[in-house]
Structures are given as structure tokens and as C-alpha cells.
T-cell receptor
Framework: GNSVTQMEGPVTLSEEAFLTINCTYT??????LFWYVQYPGEGLQLLLK?????DKGSNKGFEATYRKETTSFHLEKGSVQVSDSAVYFC????????????FGTGTRLKVLA | EAGVAQSPRYKIIEKRQSVAFWCNPI?????LYWYQQILGQGPKLLIQ????????DSQLPKDRFSAERLKGVDSTLKIQPAKLEDSAVYLC?????????????FGAGSRLTVL
């Protein structure tokens, strides 16, 4: 079945460091891919998305590129801030059938000043 | 626009008791999801509704969990009887439709502690 695999956390970085959080997926067909973020004490919210191969999603300095050949959707940011500390979830949505929405286990990011 | 409303925010019960959670999605959103998020894990889909019909409930423990979405708007999720392992945050989310590129809008969640 469909699944999403994320790198384990926590990831601890100093402010202004480069961030990569790896995400790979298994899916039939051509899913849409998403990154959601959960800030402390808040609900999940969309960070960015990509709907087809080679699409790049971007928001708030974060980027991720839909790589069909490697079934990956890695999240990157060139310079993290303390305010980026949160849990990041990779997700996919089937584009046929039941359109099931599946989440990874989440990666906690801690950014130190 | 108003967000996804959930209640109660917190609930503590003894094992074998029952509990119900309520969700009011964003107006006009046809698709409604209930997820279970155990501490340190990602959200696990329990049930997905399209209007008032069930699209997917393959991971819903049907011997103890039930859910309904009357009139295609509000939804309730019930657990009876509760087990210790049901301690989790129950997240409700909605989307405009179930098409693949749709974005989910989540509520704040209902945190359940089973003692």
C-alpha cells in the first residue's frame, strides 16, 4: 500500500544553518505531495505542496521538489530561524480511488539561538 | 473564514468508559477526516467521509470506534469501551473535496487520556 517515510528526529540546528528533512514515498499512480507543520500547541497546517513530477513547492523560505525518479520530496531551507522550531510532517494524497491522505511519522526540528 | 471546530479539547476517562468527540468542518467542505495521533507519531487516518458517506474506514477499530456525519456537515467520533492504548489526540480535518491536490484544514484536536 501507499506509505511515507521520513527521517527520524529530533534535528537540532543552530540559527542560520541549512536544513534538510528527508521524505520518501511509496504510492501507486501519481500522488500529490505535501509538507505540513505543527508548531508547539497548535494544529497541523499546510507548509507547501506539489502536485506533479518536477514541481517545486515553496513557502516561508522552505522548498521541496517532487522527484518521481527517486520517489522523494525532501524539505529544505537555506537559513533556519528559532521560530522554525516545530514538527514537520510529509504527506501524500492519492489522486484516484479513495484519495486517501497519508502522513509520515513527523520530524521534530529544534533551532538554537 | 471560521476554522475547523472540535470539542472537547481535553478529556480524561477510565478504561472501559465511553467518550464522544465532535467536529464542525469549514462550511462547504465536502470531505471530512478523523485522524488519531499518538504521542510522537504521525496522524493515522481512522475514517474519511465524502458528504455523509464513508469513503474509507479500513483502519477504524470497528469493535469499539464508531463515527457518523449526519447531513454531511458535523461529525461525531465515539469510543466505547475505551482502552489504555486509545490515549491520543483525535484530529478532525476537512477539505473542499477529496481530489488529490486538496489541502486539509485541521482543528486543534481533542486530547484523550485513558486511565
Amino acid at each position: 500500500g501507499n506509505s511515507v517515510t521520513q527521517m527520524e528526529g529530533p534535528v537540532t540546528l543552530s540559527e542560520e544553518a541549512f536544513l534538510t528533512i528527508n521524505c520518501t514515498y511509496t504510492a501507486t499512480g501519481y500522488p500529490s505531495l505535501f509538507w505540513y507543520v505543527q508548531y508547539p500547541g497548535e494544529g497541523l497546517q499546510l507548509l507547501l505542496k506539489a502536485t506533479k513530477a518536477d514541481d517545486k513547492g515553496s513557502n516561508k523560505g522552505f522548498e521541496a521538489t517532487y522527484r518521481k525518479e527517486t520517489t522523494s520530496f525532501h524539505l529544505e531551507k537555506g537559513s533556519v530561524q528559532v521560530s522554525d522550531s516545530a514538527v514537520y510532517f510529509c504527506a501524500l494524497s492519492q489522486t484516484s480511488g479513495t484519495y486517501k491522505y497519508i502522513f509520515g511519522t513527523g520530524t521534530r526540528l529544534k533551532v538554537l539561538a | 473564514e471560521a476554522g475547523v471546530a472540535q470539542s472537547p479539547r481535553y478529556k480524561i476517562i477510565e478504561k472501559r468508559q465511553s467518550v464522544a468527540f465532535w467536529c464542525n468542518p469549514i462550511s462547504g467542505h465536502a470531505t471530512l477526516y478523523w485522524y488519531q495521533q499518538i504521542l510522537g507519531q504521525g496522524p493515522k487516518l481512522l475514517i474519511q467521509f465524502q458528504n455523509n458517506g464513508v469513503v474509507d474506514d479500513s483502519q477504524l477499530p470497528k469493535d469499539r470506534f464508531s463515527a457518523e456525519r449526519l447531513k454531511g456537515v458535523d461529525s461525531t467520533l465515539k469510543i466505547q469501551p475505551a482502552k489504555l492504548e486509545d490515549s491520543a489526540v483525535y484530529l478532525c480535518a476537512s477539505s473542499l473535496d477529496r481530489a488529490g491536490a486538496n489541502v486539509l484544514t485541521f482543528g486543534a484536536g481533542s486530547r484523550l487520556t485513558v486511565l
